[in-house]
C-alpha cells in the first residue's frame, strides 16, 4: 500500500520554526493560569498496510480501507500552552488494527490476488508521542471579524507503539513473531531480521477546537502515523521453505506455523506448497502504518485569577 513518507529533516524545521515563533505570541496566555489542558478522545482507529483493502491495487490512506474492520479507539492526553500560537501535546492512545484479506471486494481486477493470499491479522496498540500543535489562525484574529470561538490546528511530532499481530487458528488468537512465518532469524534468509514489538512512529495530522466555555471544547483530531516497521501484520515480503520450521521451533510451533504462513485459495498447480516460495507474500518496498479519527474533549485547567487574566484567557481570541 502506497503512503506519503515526511522526512525527519522537514519536521525538525518545522519545530524549529514553531518554537522560534513563541516569543511575539504569548499575550493571551498567563503566567499562573491557563497554560494547561487535559483531555479523552474516542474514534475509529485505521490500519494500512498489506492486508486487506478495496478494489485494484493498493491505493494511499484512506481509498484503501476496510471500514468492516474498524474498532474504537481511545485517547487521554495532556497539553501545555506555550502561546496562543502554540502548544505541546503528551498523549497516551490505545485500539485494535485488523487487516483480512477475505473482506476485499470480488470485482475482477487486483485485489483478486489478495482474496487469494487469504491472509489476516490483529492487533492490540499501544502508542505514545509527543507533539507540537500549532495554531495559524492567531494571526487573524487580530482582526475583530476573525475572533470567534472556532480553532484549526497542524499536528506534528514523534513517538513509540507496542504491537503483537495475532491470527486466528482453530478458534484461538495465536501470537505470529515467534512463528518467523517470513523466515525471520534464519540462517537461509539473511536480509530477513526479527523485529521488535516496539518501533517508533512520525505524527502528523489536523483538528479542529470549537470552545462552548472559558475553559472547555470539543473538537476532531485526525492523526496520522508513519512506522518504521512494515510488520504490524507480520506480512512483508516472500513465503519461505515450510521444512524450516522444523530446524527453528519446536515441534508445536512448527505445526502451527505451517498452517499460518500460507493460507492461500489458489488452484494453479504451481502455487502447491512445494512451490509457493516463488510467489509474492508481501510488499517490502512500503512500510505499515495507521491513523486515527477521534472526537476529543479538552478541559483548561486553572482559568481563574483577577480581572486581566479573565480577560486574557477568553477563547479563543488574539490578543
Known sequence: MKRVVPTVRAIVLCLILAISSTRGYSQ????????????LGFGPMFFL???????GIGKPFVKDLDFPLTNLGKSIYLNYYASDFLAFRLSLNQGVLKGNDAEAPN???AEVD???RNLSFKSNVIDAYIAAEIYPTVFLEKYEEMKGKLRPYALIGAGMFKFNPKAKLDGKWVALTPLR???QGMAEYPDRKQYKLTQTEIVMGFGVKYWLKENFYIGFDLTHRDTETDYLDNVSTGYIDPNLFNTYLSAADAAKARRLYYRGLYSSPATNPGAIQTFQRGDPTENDAFFSALLRFGW???TYGDKLQRRQMRCPSFY
Not at 49 to 55: I, P, R, S
Open 114 to 116: 489478495r482474496l487469494l
Open 107 to 109: 470485482k475482477g481486477g
Open 181 to 183: 512465518l517470513e523466515g
Open 49 to 55: 498496510g498489506d492486508l486487506g483493502g478495496t478494489a
Open 300 to 302: 483548561r485547567l486553572n
Open 28 to 39: 493571551s496566555v498567563s503566567s499562573g493560569n491557563g497554560k494547561w489542558e487535559i483531555g
